[in-house]
């Protein structure tokens, strides 16, 4: 063979993998054009599917967007904000030739399995790769099915005095080994007043878990005393993975935490919604998300619902075990706490079942009061502790389960919408006739009707209302409370639980100019105090004194002293009277003079159908003889 040939083949052999390379890269380009061309032809990229599985949300006052914020989620430069680039950059990423853990197909598997299903035809079909850690991790899953969980209003944690939603993915027969879902910012204050204002900025970075729900149920029941409502969902085990793809999609990316609407409940929505096309439970919410309102946006979804399970908090079973006891066992009960030690009358001078009854109410008495959970040990009692637990394994009786049946009104699902707007007319001695136009954001006012929400809490933010004076025709702003939040839990013994109240805002002082507004004396205040409170079905009384600081530009600086206290009568699930008094004696730093005051507030509230409430009140100023009544008419909603 000459040299001629011989360089010649050895040149074909050279150039035989470049085109190789060439016809596979055409071949590429071919099925990339044939995909996008088919997926704007059906308008795949305008579908809610496609919206829903990119996380895609409209809110007020903003055009739609993805609300996942981490970098590695969206794969277009601007697929944050184009549904069709982020389609068409998805498609190129399916079909670039990469085997590896961290191709396209193994971390969009949500996205690879919908493209598939409307794209594959028999001319293309997107390749498809094995994914070893996906697929481990859906086995360790092994979802059976879904279970929405809401732990009840914890107002003593910032982050949780509205509640909290997350998910249960059913695997097993016993409920506390399934894995739990949760939503959850990773703030860094505890401050109430730092985490408003982070919270409400989005300064707080969200992320999902992935854990166990036994940890959940140890830390919401038991750490922090928490009812759980558990709602079993009508899912199919194709729509449950559905959802699990899209939270693998997710993964670690972060979602900026936002209190008002993008928060736990918001986001698990969205999460949802990706399990079935039919659901669209977070475009329900276009301004702010309570959760209690998302289970009852989930709650009323035709046929979704298949069971409801109630968990009762620490506090919940104490009392139920107490309540349980006779006077004599109630009697022992307090000698052995008072002592620290296990008497041997409880085992001699009473029989097993009286013994277990009142050791089992005092082990329950320290876990609720020392808020242990799982193997945690008491600091407080740490030895009588574990001579209890000896005593009671000693008697070798077994306990009585504990049976909470809730009542109808504790159900959350079962309440108005936490948001409610609404207008007034009322008519006062010396402004005349007042129209107010009245926005409550979030969530519960003690003077409201309870269903659905706890008598003992009342949560707002960012409340206010305007004021038009017929008289004068002036517009103004009357109040506006930043913070107002009230805990009047009720003293029952042994438990005496401290009530109290903080409210920060600006209110219009009518002590100051009583016959029309003034401008000077909008008053800013800061005030707050602490207390006790009572609850005798169907009344409630509480006796909070206080401590006020504030400034106007009529009375300088002012420091107050005095109390809050009032009496609330439960006549129906739907209604409720209430009578408060707000007694303060007002000192002007700058001035050096007294001066007081003296608003005694009564109001009767009813709701109706299912997101309206009507209040008569009447109002008397002490101080200077100012009355004034009226009718508000509220509409409550998501």
């Not at 052999?13 to 390379?21: C, H, I, K, N, V």
């Not at 599917?49 to 739609?64: C, G």
Request: charged share 20%; proline share 4%.
């Amino acid at each position: 063979m000459s040299f001629g040939i011989k360089i010649f083949f050895i040149i074909i052999t050279l150039l035989q993998p470049l085109s190789l390379f060439a016809l596979n890269e055409a071949k590429v380009r071919s099925a990339e054009k044939y995909f996008i061309d088919k997926s704007r032809n059906l308008s795949l990229a305008e579908t809610s599917e496609w919206r829903k599985i990119l996380f895609f949300q409209h809110k007020l006052f903003s055009s739609a967007k993805g609300i996942v914020d981490g970098k590695d989620f969206y794969l277009a430069e601007d697929g944050k904000i184009n549904l069709q680039t982020e389609l068409e950059a998805t498609i190129k990423a399916f079909l670039s030739d990469t085997e590896s853990k961290n191709s396209a197909h193994c971390k969009f598997p949500r996205r690879l399995k919908w493209l598939k299903s409307h794209l594959d035809d028999n001319n293309y079909t997107i390749p498809v790769q094995k994914c070893n850690e996906l697929e481990k991790w859906l086995e360790f899953v092994n979802p059976n099915g879904a279970v929405l969980v809401f732990s009840s209003f914890y107002i003593n944690n910032p982050s949780s005095m509205f509640g909290h939603t997350f998910l249960r993915i059913k695997n097993s027969s016993d409920p506390l080994t399934d894995s739990g879902i949760n939503f959850a910012a990773n703030p860094d204050t505890s401050n109430i007043l730092a985490y408003t204002y982070k919270g409400l900025t989005g300064m707080f970075e969200g992320k999902f878990s992935l854990l166990p729900y036994s940890i959940k149920v140890q830390e919401y029941n038991n750490s922090e005393s928490r009812d759980i409502w558990e709602y079993e969902l009508n899912l199919s085990k194709e729509q449950t993975i559905n959802m699990l793809l899209s939270l693998w999609e997710v993964g670690d990316n972060r979602i900026d935490y936002y209190y008002i609407d993008e928060n736990c409940s918001y986001i698990l929505l969205a999460l949802l919604d990706t399990a079935n096309d039919n659901f669209n439970f977070a475009s329900k919410f276009w301004l702010w998300v309570n959760p209690s309102d998302t289970l009852r946006v989930v709650y009323s979804y035709p046929n979704l619902i298949k069971s409801v399970t109630f968990r009762p908090s620490a506090e919940k079973r104490f009392r139920y075990r107490y309540t349980s006891l006779n006077k004599e066992e109630k009697k022992l009960f307090n000698e052995i706490l008072d002592q620290k030690k296990v008497l041997l009358s409880a085992k001699e001078s009473n029989s097993k079942i009286s013994s277990a009854k009142v050791l089992d109410a005092i082990t329950e008495y320290i876990d609720f009061k020392e808020n242990l959970a799982g193997t945690e040990e008491s600091k407080k009692y740490p030895i009588f502790r574990k001579q209890l637990l000896t005593s009671r394994a000693e008697l070798g009786v077994i306990s009585d389960s504990i049976k909470i049946d809730p009542s109808h009104s504790d159900r959350p699902e079962k309440g108005l919408p936490g948001g409610r707007i609404g207008g007034s007319y009322s008519h006062s001695y010396y402004l005349g006739n007042l129209f107010d136009l009245e926005i409550y954001p979030v969530l519960h006012s003690i003077e409201s009707p309870s269903l659905g929400y706890s008598r003992e809490a009342q949560i707002e933010l960012l409340s206010g209302s305007f004021r038009y004076e017929a008289v004068s025709k002036q517009i103004y702003v009357n109040k506006l409370d930043l913070v107002n939040i009230v805990s009047i839990p009720s003293i029952n013994p042994p438990l005496y639980p401290v009530a109290w109240n903080l409210r920060l805002g600006m209110k219009q002082d009518y002590d100051c100019d009583k016959n029309t507004y003034n401008s000077s004396c909008a008053t800013y205040f800061f005030s707050g105090g602490a207390g006790a409170a009572i609850l005798t079905e169907p009344f409630q009384f509480y006796f909070l004194p206080q401590a006020e600081f504030s400034y106007q530009n009529t009375n300088a600086f002012e420091v107050s002293l005095g109390a809050l206290s009032g009496v609330t009568l439960k006549t129906s699930d739907s209604s409720l009277l209430s009578s408060k008094v707000n007694w303060m004696k007002r000192y002007s730093v700058l001035y050096s003079t007294w001066r007081d005051h003296f608003l005694l507030e009564n109001s009767f509230s009813i709701q109706y159908f299912t997101n309206f409430q009507n209040k008569l009140f009447y109002n008397y100023n002490f101080f200077n003889h100012e009355w004034q009544a009226g009718l508000s008419v509220y509409w409550h909603f998501y």
